[in-house]
């Protein structure tokens, strides 16, 4: 099992900085990805940023201002959100994939809220 835990949500006005963590517990030597989705109310969960153990990086929304970073030594992702604006209001959720053999599971966080607001 994986257990990914998410830190770092709040309130921030238009135009504000975030950064999200992620850090994951358990058997952390069987995640091949790990990154960040999130679901605003009434919306489908989209992508915003992934990568996997090869270091490649997968952004979905706001590539253009989130950046994804990992530290290796303390199984933790990192999303560092700049000119946020209100359409970035979403609980944003990490996500680990883990292959045993052949058999992928996918490990969600609880998520953390995400307000941009004035």
């Known amino acids: 099992q994986v257990h990914p835990m998410e830190s770092g949500g709040g309130l921030v006005q238009p135009g504000g900085s975030l950064r999200l963590s992620c850090t994951a517990s358990?058997?952390?030597?069987?995640?091949?990805?790990m990154g960040w989705y999130r679901q605003a109310p009434g919306k489908q969960r989209e992508l915003v940023a992934t990568?996997?153990?090869?270091?490649?990086i997968l952004y979905g929304v706001g590539e253009d201002r989130f950046t994804l970073s990992r530290d290796d030594a303390k199984s933790t992702v990192y999303l560092q959100m700049n000119r946020l604006s209100p359409e970035d209001t979403a609980v944003y959720y990490c996500?680990?994939?883990?292959?045993?053999?052949?058999?992928?599971?996918?490990?969600w966080g609880q998520g953390t809220q995400v307000t941009v607001s004035s």
């Open positions: 996500k680990a994939r883990a292959t045993v053999l052949d058999d992928k599971h996918d490990w």
């Open positions: 358990g058997s952390i030597h069987t995640i091949r990805v």
């Open positions: 990568i996997n153990e090869g270091g490649s």
